[in-house]
């Protein structure tokens, strides 16, 4: 049951790592409907949760999920730029990447390699891997909220980096409007900084 946001509900902020096992997959759940083209919902649900319980417990991720009433309604994985990865995301891509490999186009390859040197060549403090708000609490300002929890206490000047697909207009409007701007577009990807 969907209870109707109203301004006297009040949304909590909590990390993955406090969350029990039933909101995990409520995550999960939500995940698969919000981000349904993503290389990881395409993975399917048990390497999704594999995904989830990883980040919880990496500390290079800082995570921030917004909770109404005890039910989950948003998330944010926000990873800091380290210099290496670790084995255990090593091991992760691999899996991702052998699952999804044969049902990947060409163009899908192509993307993650400009991703990749993207990521490897501009100077970042950290990347916005996942947002997402379920989409029942679309329009309510818990987006614009997520964003600004993580953001808060980071130092001036801090840059942070995400990117999205050049389709997704909502996705277009939602960074522009908290304060995003282009840093670069091709036919598919758009990537977007934003500098405290
Ligand atoms: C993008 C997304 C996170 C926005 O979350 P949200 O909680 O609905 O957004 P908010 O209510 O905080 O909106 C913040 C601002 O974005 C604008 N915005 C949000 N959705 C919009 C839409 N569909 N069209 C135009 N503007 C929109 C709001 O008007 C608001 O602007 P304002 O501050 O001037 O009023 C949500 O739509 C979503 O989860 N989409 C599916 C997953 C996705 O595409 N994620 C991003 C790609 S990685």
């Not at 039933?22 to 999704?48: D, E």
């Not at 500390?59 to 909770?67: D, F, G, K, P």
């Not at 091991?91 to 990447?97: D, M, N, R, T, V």
């Not at 206490?153 to 282009?182: C, D, H, P, Q, T």
Request: with cysteine.
């Amino acid at each position: 049951m969907v209870l109707a946001y109203n301004s006297y509900m009040e949304v909590n902020f909590y990390s993955l790592e406090e969350l029990n096992e039933s909101q995990l997959n409520s995550i999960v759940q939500m995940h698969m409907i919000a981000l349904p083209n993503s290389a990881l919902s395409n993975s399917g649900i048990k390497n999704l949760l594999f995904f989830y319980r990883a980040v919880a417990k990496n500390s290079s991720y800082l995570t921030r999920v917004a909770i109404i009433e005890g039910r989950c309604v948003g998330v944010i994985l926000l990873k800091n730029k380290t210099s290496f990865l670790k084995l255990g995301e090593i091991q992760f891509l691999f899996k991702i990447l052998s699952t999804n490999i044969l049902k990947m186009k060409f163009f899908m390859i192509y993307d993650l390699i400009v991703l990749f040197f993207y990521r490897f060549l501009v100077s970042y403090d950290a990347w916005i891997e996942i947002l997402f708000v379920d989409e029942h609490y679309f329009n309510l300002g818990i987006g614009k909220k997520l964003f600004s929890e993580i953001i808060s206490n980071k130092e001036n000047n801090f840059r942070v980096f995400l990117n999205y697909n050049k389709k997704n207009l909502i996705a277009e409007s939602f960074y522009r409007k908290i304060g995003f701007r282009k840093t670069f577009v091709n036919r598919r990807i758009v990537i977007v900084s934003y500098t405290n």
